[in-house]
């Protein structure tokens, strides 16, 4: 497996499909005798580490292949207890999940293994637990939301790749689970923009004014965030927003590299200051 000839969108689907019966059987044999080898699956795990954005893998099949490929050559400590939690809750969908579970050492039950994962303040992984296992002892939502505390306070030090897959991992699951979170459209600007900038750009909107429904709510509200044109200029005042409880429906672009990817749409409260 050639892991430098990757490509943006990731591996093919049929190559993905047949590593993962390969690798699966291979978990199987466990003889790892030939120290060459084993340093050679070593190589090709640190570098496949770094290409699958375990924030937000871009394909859950492509981070199954790869934990069946560190469970055979016996790599798990390549990956800490966030980075497992991460991949592994993106895989529980697959015949393999739970054996994955055993193999990766994630003994406890699940709901011990949230709670574990909230005193760490893993709020990400914790909440995707919740949703996909549809825990009641534990909300989602309040979990997202906590994490998008955490990622405000670390967006205000210094903004840099990892907040950004871990804004594209809050939008996913928030959206995939239809969670209803509170993301201000300052955080986002900064996050989508920080690697072509080192000052935040004029942000552009395109903005349809909230229109009165029978019973006094609104409908049709929408807010198009977009990477602004050089030759256009600013035409939505955000003062004009401000206590404003109206919600939106907002398409976030999470940047990935230089390119926009991720383009999801959920229910959020945009927040003018």
């Known amino acids: 497996m050639d892991v430098h000839r990757k490509k943006e969108s990731g591996l093919g689907e049929l190559l993905l499909k047949n590593l993962v019966l390969f690798f699966e059987e291979l978990a199987e044999i466990k003889r790892w005798d030939q120290s060459q080898l084993q340093l ?15 924030e937000a893998p871009r394909s859950s099949l492509e981070a199954l292949a790869f934990l069946l490929f560190i ?37 406890l039950k699940i709901p011990d293994y949230v ?14 637990l ?3 296992f549809d825990l009641k002892d534990f909300s989602a939502q309040n979990l997202l939301m906590k994490a998008v505390i955490d990622l405000k306070r670390s967006a205000l030090e210094k903004a840099d790749n990892k907040d950004v897959g871990r804004l594209k991992a809050i939008v996913e699951l928030a959206a995939d689970y239809k969670l209803d979170i509170d993301i201000s459209a300052d955080l986002i600007a900064k996050l989508m923009f920080h690697k072509e900038n080192p000052t935040p750009p004029e942000l552009h909107c395109s903005v349809e004014a909230p229109s009165p429904s029978a ?43 230089t390119n926009l990817a991720c ?9 003018y200051q």
Do not use: C
């Open 71 to 107: 469970v055979a050559y016996e790599l798990k400590s390549l990956i800490n207890e966030e980075e497992t939690a991460l991949l592994v809750t993106s895989v529980s969908n697959y015949k393999q999940g739970p054996k994955l579970f055993h193999s990766l050492g994630l003994k």
């Open 130 to 132: 919740v949703s996909l």
């Open 263 to 271: 383009t999801r749409s959920l229910s959020l409260s945009l927040n």
């Open 40 to 54: 050679k699956a070593t190589q090709v795990a640190t570098l496949w580490k770094r290409l699958i954005n375990i």
């Open 215 to 257: 019973n006094g709510g609104s409908s049709g509200s929408r807010v198009g965030l977009q990477v602004p044109k050089r030759e256009t200029k600013a035409f939505v005042n955000p003062s004009q927003m401000v206590g404003s409880n109206v919600r939106y429906s907002l398409y976030v672009n999470a940047l990935v590299g």
């Open 115 to 128: 709670i574990g994962l909230i005193n760490n303040r893993h709020y990400i992984p914790a909440a995707r």
